[in-house]
Structures are given as structure tokens and as C-alpha cells.
């Protein structure tokens, strides 16, 4: 059974970094496709950022310029990298990989 277990959630305020992290109990080598979702309170789960295997990447609208997905496949993580924080920010966030396997969610607040 594949265990996919993010981390780096937390309170920060506007403007502020966090680095959130996805740990994969196999080889994150073996998927296509690599992503992490958000889903604010009362609104659907959306993408943040997309990651394929063969280094692509693809950026919600709203996030584009201030996040960043990256991964490392020798420690089977997958990062992102949330730079430029807003309110807005406000969600749970959810790694996902390939478009089966979901973590459980770590939470992020953005507030002064």
C-alpha cells in the first residue's frame, strides 16, 4: 500500500514562505505525474501545481510566480516551495500522485 504523508504546514503571515513537503513510501520515480491540490473551506479542492515525470510543470493561475514544485527522487519527496503568502493562501493542502494517491493533507494559514 502506498503512503503519501505531507508536512510543513503551519501559521504564517501575508508575505511569508512555506515549504511544504510530501514523503511517498515508494519511488516517486514511477509516476507520471505529481501534484498538489488545496481546498479552502466551503470550496472545491482545486490544483496548485503539476509535475510529470519528465520535469513539466503547470501552475494554478493564482499561484503562478509565487509557488514552486520540485521534487527529490532520491528521498522520494515532492516540495512546494510557497513563496508571497496571502489570505487567500488559506487551505488544506494535498499531494497527490499519480492521479490515485492522495496524503492526508497538512494546513496552511495566512494571517496577520
Known amino acids: 500500500q502506498v503512503q503519501v504523508v505531507e508536512s510543513g504546514g503551519g501559521l504564517v503571515q501575508p508575505g511569508g514562505s512555506l515549504r511544504l513537503s510530501c514523503a511517498a513510501s515508494?519511488?516517486?520515480?514511477?509516476?507520471?505525474?505529481m501534484g498538489w491540490y488545496r481546498q479552502a473551506p466551503g470550496k472545491q479542492r482545486e490544483l496548485v501545481a503539476a509535475?510529470?515525470?519528465?520535469?513539466?510543470?503547470n501552475y494554478g493561475d493564482s499561484v503562478k510566480g509565487r509557488f514552486t514544485i520540485s521534487r527529490d527522487n532520491a528521498k522520494n519527496t515532492v516540495y512546494l516551495q510557497m513563496n508571497s503568502l496571502k489570505p487567500d493562501d488559506t487551505a488544506v493542502y494535498y499531494c497527490?500522485?499519480?492521479?490515485?494517491?492522495w496524503g492526508q493533507g497538512t494546513q496552511v494559514t495566512v494571517s496577520s
Open positions: 515508494v519511488s516517486i520515480g514511477s509516476f507520471n505525474n
Open positions: 509535475l510529470t515525470r519528465g520535469g513539466s510543470t
Open positions: 497527490n500522485l499519480g492521479n490515485w494517491y
